[in-house]
């Protein structure tokens, strides 16, 4: 389970037209600090910590900690906190007469912390699954709900898991390598498998690393 706190604060000069993603072990160790802007000088901004590293310091001291060094007189104007459940899916998520969804079943991604697009595509799967069970009139349909979820994004969110606990024996440095190299990436041609190619072309001991926590 992370540790995540975010707030709505005013009077952030930022780009408007810019998302800011901070990494490192003073910021946010094991997980990462974003300030998403919301127009009008307001941003969200908030983080996500391992549970191991919450209970060492909280996710709302980091936070204080950023918002005293970066925005000291920003007026806080909301701010939500809790766990989110950054893990493999549940063993089980449908028994007879009910199917679970969203951080009820796991269903977050563990790399990312987000859960939101997954959540409603279990959602679906899970509506979809609900209706055939009724058309057939044969209520058992629901326990196909596991696989059907496991097919869909239930094994890719596995492997996510086991990448998640490499990256958290990346150093500060090799976090800042990877930045610089794919900061030469032109912006157009900045997406995710680029970051990855970029990454391991610059340090190629990452795929080493990662590859370990595959290795039972």
């Not at 300030?35 to 001291?61: C, E, R």
Request: some cysteine; charged content about 20%.
């Amino acid at each position: 389970m992370e540790s995540a706190v975010q707030i709505t604060a005013a009077n952030i000069p930022v780009d408007q037209n810019t998302l800011y993603f901070y990494f490192g072990q003073e910021v946010a160790p094991n997980g990462y600090f974003w300030v998403f802007p919301k127009g009008h000088n307001k941003a969200n901004i908030g983080l996500g910590v391992s549970g191991i590293i919450g209970k060492k310091k909280s996710a709302q001291s980091f936070l204080d900690d950023f918002m005293n060094k970066h925005y000291p007189n920003a007026p806080v104007l909301t701010k939500i906190a809790g766990g989110v459940p950054c893990a493999i899916t549940l063993k089980k998520i449908s028994a007879p007469g009910i199917m679970l969804v969203g951080d009820a079943a796991r269903q977050v991604n563990p790399l990312s912390g987000g859960g939101i697009a997954s959540g409603m595509i279990g959602g679906k799967i899970a509506g979809t699954i609900a209706a055939e069970a009724i058309k057939m009139n044969k209520l058992d349909h629901i326990l196909t709900y596991d696989k059907a979820w496991a097919d869909r994004l239930g094994k890719r969110h596995e492997t996510f898991n086991k990448i998640k606990e490499g990256i958290y024996n990346f150093s500060d440095e090799k976090f800042n390598n990877i930045a610089h190299s794919f900061n030469k990436v032109p912006f157009e041609k900045r997406t995710l498998g680029r970051l990855f190619t970029t990454a391991l072309l610059n340090q190629p001991s990452l795929l080493v690393d990662i590859a370990k926590v595959f290795v039972v």
